[in-house]
């Protein structure tokens, strides 16, 4: 995955976090839901920057809001961008309180406490994979200072591997066996994510 696109997944994952916290507390102040979803998602304030920093349009959000429109089904759109995933579960606490007239607020706290435990957990496992992902890239390109060593020492290992049948036979496995550690390493790594099946 980008660099980039993980940044932006991340920007999307606090957003719904915010709306999340947003939402509950306008609905503490007793509030009715749609109500306070349209001032949570409100143009110009800190949810909606959120959203849209996060590559999110706000505006489905608040004309389900303002005009009773179906509010979960657009949050369940939301959630399929990649990094707003909660806000299927946002979807889920606002069916279910709509429909029995559970409280909403608590369970959009749990949302949004249960939402940032799984950020921080993803961000602990990044960092602890940040070494294995050094150690594979450093012996990733020690091959290559193997050949300049022997270079500067005078050997042509190049010659060697390049115009001997023994050297090409070495060649062939050492490169075989370099893309077999990498793709080895890559996939732990992304097991280790959580995105490997």
Do not use: K
């Not at 949810?47 to 999110?56: D, E, M, N, P, R």
């Not at 990094?83 to 889920?92: D, I, T």
């Not at 940040?130 to 060593?149: C, E, I, N, Y």
């Amino acid at each position: 995955m980008a660099h980039a696109e993980r940044r932006a997944q991340c920007r999307r994952e606090s957003a719904v976090v915010e709306l999340c916290s947003a939402l509950a507390t306008e609905l503490r102040t007793g509030v009715l839901p749609g109500r306070a979803l349209e001032t949570a998602v409100a143009s110009g304030g800190a949810v909606a920057g959120a959203l849209q920093g996060g590559g999110i349009d706000p505006t489905g959000l608040r004309a389900a809001a303002r005009f009773a429109g179906d509010v979960p089904e657009v949050l369940r759109r939301l959630a399929r961008t990649p990094g707003a995933g909660g806000a299927a579960a946002v979807a889920a606490c606002w069916q279910v309180a709509s429909e029995s007239g559970a409280a909403l607020a608590a369970a959009l706290d749990r949302v949004a406490e249960a939402l940032r435990a799984d950020s921080a957990l993803r961000e602990a496992v990044r960092g602890e994979l940040a070494g294995p992902r050094t150690t594979a890239l450093l012996l990733a390109v020690l091959p290559l200072f193997g050949l300049l060593l022997g270079t500067a020492l005078g050997a042509d290992p190049l010659q060697m591997l390049l115009h001997t049948p023994a050297g090409l036979g070495c060649l062939a496995a050492g490169v075989a066996l370099e893309a077999a550690g990498l793709a080895w390493t890559a996939r732990i790594v992304r097991g280790a994510e959580g995105r490997d099946p």
